[in-house]
């Protein structure tokens, strides 16, 4: 069975920094494309950022491009999402996400119903 769980969210102050991790655990989660998604209240869950397994192919939204890095080490079943200079607009819980498609070295998706697989959750908050 697979498990996705997420750390390193936190209270930050605009402009500043926080490095979301996310540990997998499960047969062949390295060889998976995974995302991270976000949710403020009120909102639905929406696209952050996404690799494919390979760490070869990277997709961003566009209220984060520049910003906001995604990152694997499958050695280590871990991806990260280093975020930079963060708005109080960021602020949500984000969650990632494991997509079992095997589509490729390539392959990633930006649409939350192609993701089987997703953590509980850590919150962000960014005061102005």
């Known amino acids: 069975q697979v498990q996705l769980v997420e750390s390193g969210g936190g209270l930050v102050q605009a402009g500043g920094s926080l490095r979301l991790s996310c540990v997998a655990s499960?047969?062949?989660?390295?060889?998976?494309?995974v995302g991270w998604f976000r949710q403020a209240p009120g909102n639905e869950r929406d696209f952050v950022a996404a690799?494919?397994?390979?760490?070869?192919?990277?997709g961003y939204a566009e209220t984060v491009k520049d910003r906001f890095t995604i990152s694997r080490d499958n050695a280590a079943n871990t991806i990260f999402l280093q975020m930079n200079s963060l708005k109080p607009e960021d602020t949500a819980t984000y969650y990632c996400?494991?997509?079992?498609?095997?589509?490729?070295?390539?392959?990633?998706?930006?649409?939350?119903?192609?993701?089987?697989?997703w953590g509980q959750g850590t919150q962000v908050t960014v005061s102005s």
């Open positions: 996400a494991l997509d079992i498609n095997n589509r490729g070295r390539y392959y990633y998706s930006s649409q939350a119903s192609s993701y089987a697989y």
């Open positions: 499960g047969r062949f989660v390295d060889s998976f494309a």
């Open positions: 690799t494919s397994w390979s760490g070869d192919s990277t």
